[in-house]
Structures are given as C-alpha cells and as structure tokens.
C-alpha cells in the first residue's frame, strides 16, 4: 500500500529554537495535511495544503505542498514547551481513492524549556 | 457541538472476550473511519464508511467489524479480542476528506 516518509522520528529541542520536518512519498497526492497530537489526545489537523508549491501559514507554524506533490515540510518557528507532542502528515486524493488519509508515522518533539 | 465522543476511554479485555466501541459524531459528516495506533507505526486505517450502509475495509481489518445504521454513530466491533489488538484506537469524521479528517480523543484498549 501507499506509504509515507516522515523524517525525523524525533526530535529533542531547546526551546526557542526552529524546528523542521518532511514526509515524502512515491505517489502524489491533492492534499497535504499536517496534524499535531497531544499527549492523551486526538491528533488536531494544523494545516491544510491544495495546491503544489503552496506556502501557508499557521501562527508560527508554515508548511509547503511540494512542487512534485510527493512531499511536504513543516516548520515552527521559535519553539515553546506547549509545542510538545506527535506531528503527523497525511496525504489525501492518491490513486482515487476520495476518502483515504494516509498517515506518516510521526515525527516526536520534545521542547526542553 | 461535542464533535467526535468515543466510549469508553479505557478498557482491559481479557483473550477471547469481545466488545464494542463506541464512536458518534453530531456534525452530519458522511465520512467516518477507525484508526488503531500503535507506538511507531502511525495512525493505520481499520475499515471506513462513506455513509450511513455503506462501510469497507481499511488496512488492518481483521478481527474488526463495523456497521453504519445511522449517519451519526459507527461502533467498532472486536469479535474475539487477541493481545494483538492492544492499541489506542480512534474514530474520525468528516465532511469532506480533502479537508481532513476530526478525530475523537481515542480509547485505550488493553487486551490480557
């Protein structure tokens, strides 16, 4: 089936710092959606991307739909403590399937204050 | 609006024992799915429903059933709990997929 790369499994930060992931993947996908889980919590969705070559941002969050529509990347910007927790991309519209998400395995961020 | 309300939030089986597991959603969204999560795998997807009838597998199905009587409500059924199936699971919904998916807060199943 349709896989995900997301990259780094982990992360462990000062806070302040900037922070940077990606998912890649061999199938192109319509929508890129990147969505953070608190720790006991539902994954709540961030961003949502359309288009190739998209740039949007959330707050200190930006994300970008790759040119080729086989990769995203997140950033956050000046890192804090609430900023802990699963970051999970999920690609959506591959292969016509109108209602599959497919998750990457998650990127963990510890922000040490 | 509550959302996406799954019950129970914890649950111990023991080997053998089934249950259901509750998912509802008072959004009128068509789209419902169950996810399990297990550490380093990610969200996998269980089985779907596109609207009330109609539901198909997803990529862990076995063990699992669901049916969709109702737009608002898609339980998931474990038949013969195996610890294998120990697992945070999630229900989620949605209006239109394109614009992702709202998850419940989850259930932590603990098969002994």
């Known amino acids: 089936g349709q896989q995900l790369n997301q990259s780094p499994q982990s992360m462990f930060i000062q806070e302040g710092e900037d922070v940077s992931m990606n998912c890649t993947s061999s199938s192109i996908f319509n929508t890129w959606l990147w969505y953070k889980q608190d720790p006991g919590e539902g994954p709540v969705l961030l961003i949502a991307l359309y288009k190739a070559g998209e740039l949007t941002s959330n707050g200190r969050l930006t994300a970008q739909f790759g040119i080729t529509r086989k990769d995203s990347f997140l950033n956050i910007s000046a890192s804090i403590p609430s900023d802990v927790g699963i970051y999970f991309c999920?690609?959506?519209?591959?292969?016509?399937?109108?209602?599959?998400?497919?998750f990457g395995k998650g990127t963990l961020l510890t922000v040490n204050p | 609006n509550a959302g996406v309300t799954q019950t129970p939030k914890f649950q111990v089986l023991k080997t053998g024992q089934s249950m259901t597991l509750q998912c509802a959603q008072d959004?009128?969204?068509?789209?419902m799915s169950w996810y399990r999560q297990d550490p380093g795998m990610g969200l996998r997807l269980i089985h779907y429903?596109?609207?009330?009838?109609?539901?198909d597998q997803g990529e862990v199905p076995n063990g699992y059933n669901v049916s969709r009587s109702t737009t608002e409500d898609f339980p998931l059924r474990l038949l013969s709990a195996a610890p294998s199936q120990t697992s945070v699971y999630f229900c989620?919904?949605?209006?239109?997929?394109?614009?992702?998916?709202?998850f419940g807060s989850g259930t932590r199943l603990t098969v002994v």
């Open positions: 959004m009128n969204h068509e789209y």
């Open positions: 989620a919904s949605s209006l239109t997929p394109t614009y992702g998916y709202t």
């Open positions: 999920a690609g959506h519209g591959s292969g016509g399937s109108n209602y599959k998400l497919t």
């Open positions: 429903s596109v609207g009330a009838g109609i539901t």
